[in-house]
């Protein structure tokens, strides 16, 4: 759901080119074949936020 | 890039209770994180909730909580079902309000926006910023003129696995993911190549209700991880 709450403030932004995949929490790690990074690769490339 | 001023998403809590006795559909999606009981929704709606408001329960009424993956938005049958029932038609707007967290109400703004619903907002600061204000709250259940739901789907709204797996290689998708750190741990990762932008930074606290920050500092978030000049994006 959080994913919902960001496409939403992204279409307030004037976005109209956001996907929202709903299958995160679930779908994406129940096959170990797709691409993923770890926490720490993640955080290194992103900008840095409240924690 | 600036916030849409012709866009709107958020009704106030004084237009609401302003309007409260139009031909709204108010859902009440109040629901506990999913690692706690499942139940408590239904419990505080019954407990109290807004004039006029029905409660509807996204993994129950709106998920497809079948194996091996639970919690996809329910197809477009069963969805217009359920909308129907709620008294949702094309002429209808639909409010939505969960605890005041933007999580569940922005789930079910996006659903019916997917399948074509325009007229549909989340109610700022949600039950908490409600209540807050003094404004009237109810236990009167009410059984809503069922009405005909037509969906119209809009694909462009939602990834599917296998978009997503293209938008791994693909240099004009920026992915983004949205949740929470122990969240992503837990999970054992995160879509390769993705930028962190949890809603948790979007919604930031104002007491017991979230808001969204300003738009220069979504901006500068957008900025730094390529939003703005991506032009395909996928909030994962």
Redesign the interface.
């Known amino acids: ?15 109209d ?14 096959d170990a074949g ?6 720490d690769t ?2 290194a ?3 840095v ?2 924690a | ?4 001023k012709e ?1 709107q ?1 958020f009704v106030s809590v004084d237009w609401l209770a302003a309007h409260l006795h139009d031909d709204l559909c108010i859902i009440d999606a109040r629901l506990v994180p999913p690692t706690e009981s499942h139940s408590r929704g239904e419990g505080l709606y019954a407990e109290g909730h807004i004039p006029g408001a029905v409660f509807v329960h ?1 993994r129950q009424d709106l998920s497809l909580n079948t194996k ?6 329910l197809g477009p049958e069963a969805f217009a079902t359920k909308m129907g029932q709620c008294g949702v038609d094309a002429q209808t707007t639909v409010v939505v309000y969960d605890l005041g967290n ?3 109400a ?2 079910i ?2 659903a019916l ?1 997917y399948y074509g619903h325009e007229q549909v907002y ?1 109610l700022a600061g949600g039950a908490a910023a409600w209540q807050e204000a003094g404004k009237p709250w109810t236990q009167a259940v009410v059984q809503p003129a069922p009405k005909t739901f037509i969906p119209q789907p809009r694909p ?6 296998e ?3 293209a938008a ?1 290689h693909d240099p004009a998708t920026t992915i ?6 122990d ?3 837990a ?18 606290s104002q007491g017991a209700y979230q808001t ?1 920050i300003s ?1 220069q500092e ?5 900025k ?2 390529g ?1 703005d000049r ?7």
């Open positions: 759901m959080s994913a919902a709450g960001v496409a939403m403030a992204l279409y307030l932004h004037g976005y080119n956001v996907a929202m995949y709903d299958g995160s929490w679930t779908e994406w790690h129940q797709n691409p993923t990074d770890d926490l993640m955080l490339r992103s900008p936020q409240p | 890039m600036p916030r849409s866009r998403v996204w091996p993956v639970p919690n996809l938005l933007v999580s569940w922005a789930r703004w996006w926006r989340v462009a709204m939602r990834a599917t696995r978009r997503v797996l791994v983004i993911e949205t949740r929470r750190r969240t992503i741990s999970a054992g990762g995160t879509v390769q190549g993705a930028y962190w932008l949890p809603s948790t930074t979007v919604f930031a969204l738009e979504l901006d500068g978030y957008l730094q991880i939003a991506a032009p395909q994006l996928v909030a994962t």
